[in-house]
Structure formats: C-alpha cells, structure tokens
C-alpha cells in the first residue's frame, strides 16, 4: 500500500494511524481469508490494511 508522494516508511514511526501496527495472530475461515483477500485486492491495498479498515469503520 502506498503512503502517499514524498512520505517514506520509517521502521516504528506510524504513517497511516497516529499508533504503529503490531502483529497480531487471528483464526479465519479458508472462506473468509478469501473474501478478504479478494475485497483487499479489489481496493488495492493489503489484507491487514483491509481488516484495519473495516473493523475502524464498526468502531466508530
């Protein structure tokens, strides 16, 4: 996924969030794994940053 012109990741400093991510282990369905990898694909951006999405956008 790309950050935007001109911005360069740097290890531990958050880009797209004021907080960095970490990793984090989740238990999907082959079915839902699927899904999710085709949604993230149709949008162009990654499985992990499909999930963020979705679940931020429930949150609020």
């Known amino acids: ?4 012109k ?8 958050p880009v797209l969030y004021e907080e960095t991510k970490k990793q984090r282990g989740v238990m999907l369905t082959d079915t839902a794994w699927s899904n999710a990898v085709i949604k993230a ?3 162009g951006i990654s499985v ?5 999405r979705l679940i931020r956008a429930d949150g609020n």
């Open 6 to 13: 001109g911005k360069k990741r740097i290890k531990n400093v």
């Open 1 to 4: 996924m790309s950050t935007g």
């Open 41 to 43: 694909r149709e949008k």
């Open 48 to 52: 992990s940053e499909y999930l963020e």
